[in-house]
């Protein structure tokens, strides 16, 4: 994580720094440099779980914890977040060290999990600054993130200690019936009711390809890549929806933000990740590079549910966030305007499924 993308602690995010740092004292894996009271800044990327830089005089580390105002039954386990990414890490080289978990609600008003800081480039909008890739190094940056993805996908749940993660098969028809309700409740007057593209969802959802674990929010903004050789992926952040699913739900999940430069502006003004760069992969070579590299097979006209899927469920996170700016449970102004986003992602739904012909 790249301490230049933190800002000073928006006054609704604050927490007791005092008492985060006494906690830490006495309950980090590893107390080495905590001695001393850290300054505190927020990663402005995200608009989920909020995430500081802890900064010590030699040691920097990263809080997670969950937002304020109404959140999804199921969404914002802190325990859950860290417990996954704790026994990941001899699988999966990927993740961040775990430090702490606190589930005493008296220390800041909410469960929350410490990790150390993984020192890197994080791509969000652009590039960051001074980092220019050649047509050449975004291709390579492109699949070296979708190979990532493959590995994750291979990563055996029972070794890892996560097959309690699963609810076996049915996970494809879970998430349409889950996230249909979610919109639903999340719902606000200004907003298309995206009943057309939920209908079309259940009618035509596949059986699960397959059932393994995936990361659920997997983007080029959720990796950490080498200072060095800004190609290369050094880790992955961001895993409170990760679970045991379908693979191409996963895959789906990260189209729906693979914003190209060749489409319409209304997509394009919603792009938060730089997959429009000259020489990144379109999103149908990025669903032929992971088919290949994970030995899957789908049609274009299979792979339709799959992206419609994901933009739908992108609309409904979204939702669910202006859902709290509109009921003034959060002050962010990069809320504000979400619920536009929603009504163009409807849109781009409906002409996928025209397409589709089904």
């Known amino acids: 994580m790249a301490a230049d993308d933190a800002r000073e ?26 001695e001393d009271i850290p300054s505190v800044r927020q990663f402005s990327g995200g608009a989920s779980n909020l995430t500081y830089l802890l900064s010590y005089a030699d040691r920097d580390i990263v809080l997670r914890r969950p937002p304020g105002g109404r959140k999804a039954k199921s969404a914002h386990d802190m325990r859950r977040e860290f417990t996954i990414q704790d026994r990941l890490a001899d699988s999966f080289p990927y993740v961040p060290q775990m430090v702490a978990f606190c589930d005493d609600e008296s220390v800041i008003g909410s469960d929350f999990y410490v990790m150390q800081r993984l020192d890197g480039l994080i791509p969000h909008k652009e590039m960051p600054a001074g ?49 249909s309700d979610r919109y639903r409740k999340a719902r606000t007057r200004n907003v298309t009711s995206f009943e057309k593209v939920m209908a ?8 699960d390809a397959r059932n393994c674990l995936i990361h659920n929010d997997f983007r080029l903004d959720n990796v950490v890549l080498d200072r060095a050789d800004p190609t290369r992926v050094i880790g992955v952040l961001d895993w409170e929806m990760a679970t045991l699913g379908d693979p191409l739900m ?9 914003v190209q430069a060749d489409d319409n502006l209304a997509f394009r003004m919603f792009r938060r990740q730089p997959s429009h760069l000259p020489g990144m992969l379109s999103r149908r070579e990025v669903v032929h590079h992971y088919c290949e ?20 469920r992108l609309a409904a996170i979204a939702q669910q966030i202006y859902y709290r700016y509109h009921h003034k449970q959060t002050t962010n102004p990069a809320f504000k305007n979400l619920y536009l986003a929603v009504t163009a992602l409807d849109l781009r739904c409906r002409s996928l499924i025209r397409q589709a012909g089904r």
């Open 9 to 34: 602690v928006r006054a609704e995010d604050s927490f007791d720094v005092d008492a985060v740092a006494s906690w830490l004292r006495e309950n980090a894996s590893d107390t080495t440099g905590l």
């Open 250 to 258: 996963d895959l789906g999940g990260s189209m729906a933000y693979w």
């Open 131 to 179: 980092v220019d890739l050649s047509p050449g190094q975004a291709r390579t940056l492109g699949r070296n993130v979708l190979d990532v993805l493959v590995e994750l996908h291979a990563v055996d749940p029972g070794a890892a200690g996560l097959s309690e993660l699963g609810r076996g098969t049915g996970y494809v028809a879970r998430q349409v019936a889950g996230w």
């Open 293 to 312: 590299r994970a030995g899957l097979d789908v049609s274009d006209r299979e792979w339709a549910f799959y992206e419609v899927f994901g933009l739908f």
């Open 200 to 207: 079309w969802l259940d009618a035509n959802q596949p059986p």
